[in-house]
């Protein structure tokens, strides 16, 4: 059931409830209400400002990182580091690119091939 917000149409003359706004759930169905349930003010229907946001993870991005997963679980730090980093150049995703970083060091790669990783200029531009 969706969450509506209210507030008196003449706050000094509302109670603590309706004085500032208020959220009242009921059906997408039920008519909008007109006098405070607490005090009777005549009350102003708002419209609320959407406060969420749906980020989705591509099917491809999802199937990278099960692999990677795959891999790590055996041990397979370079593998998986490799597609890690490839697919990360690929989306400019700075926390792939962590990751992969992550299992190259994993994988006993020396500290200034993991340092020229890092140093790339689209990581950098990515994560600053």
């Not at 991005?61 to 998986?80: I, L």
């Not at 400019?92 to 994988?107: E, G, T």
Request: with cysteine; charged share 35%.
């Amino acid at each position: 059931m969706p969450i509506y917000e209210y507030r008196a149409i003449d706050p000094d003359k509302g109670c603590s409830k309706c004085r500032s706004v208020f959220e009242y759930l009921q059906s997408i169905h039920d008519p909008p209400l007109e006098k405070c349930p607490q005090c009777g003010s005549r009350l102003l229907k708002l419209i609320s400002r959407c406060r969420a946001c749906v980020v989705e993870t591509s099917i491809e991005t999802k199937s990278v990182e099960e692999r990677a997963r795959d891999y790590e679980r055996e041990g397979m730090w370079s593998h998986a580091a490799e597609l890690l980093d490839s697919h990360a150049e690929k989306i400019k995703d700075s926390s792939l690119k962590l990751r992969a970083v992550d299992n190259y060091k994993k994988a006993g790669y020396s500290l200034e091939t993991i340092e020229s990783h890092l140093s790339s200029d689209s990581f950098m531009k990515e994560v600053s």
